[in-house]
């Protein structure tokens, strides 16, 4: 849409300028076999007919036609940077969902299992041998497990 709206304008822009075309030269109009119409400074097919161009445009009037299409082509590229930012958060959010979803699910099992009472709990020491915890320590784990699946895993 903003593409289309930005080739509005700069149509504009060069209907107004058609005076400044016409002053460099003549221009033709002609249409095709497939029935398109083509304008030209050369004529492209016997039936183009020699347009009489009296458009006047003044150096303010095109200067403002300018101006303004560069006020919307800035416009477009705040709006387009706006988007690709959006676009990254997105795809930031999605990479740490994805990156949370694993971890989430084992600690989730976690907590089931000691809920059940059917889980030991233990850490891993330097060396990879399990430490098992006492029962306090366990409830300790249990409940910063608790809160770190409450504030990662939200939603997954």
């Not at 029935?35 to 492209?44: I, M, N, R, S």
């Amino acid at each position: 849409m903003k593409n289309s709206f930005l080739l509005w304008v700069v149509g504009i822009a060069l209907l107004q300028s058609s005076a400044l075309f016409a002053a460099h030269g003549e221009v033709y109009k002609w249409t095709d076999s497939d029935g398109h119409v083509h304008y030209g400074e050369k004529p492209a097919e016997e039936n183009a007919q020699k347009l009489d161009l009296k458009t006047t445009v003044d150096s303010k009037q095109l200067q403002q036609s300018q101006e303004s299409a560069r006020r919307i082509q800035e416009e477009n590229q705040l709006y387009d940077r706006a988007q690709d930012e959006q676009v990254q958060v997105e795809q930031k959010k999605e990479e740490e969902r994805a990156k949370y979803a694993g971890e989430c699910k084992k600690a989730r099992n976690q907590l089931a299992d000691f809920d059940r009472g059917g889980m030991t709990w233990y850490t891993t020491d330097a060396h990879g041998d399990r430490q098992y915890m006492s029962d306090d320590e366990a409830v300790r784990g249990s409940e910063k497990t608790r809160i770190w699946v409450g504030a990662h895993c939200d939603g997954l």
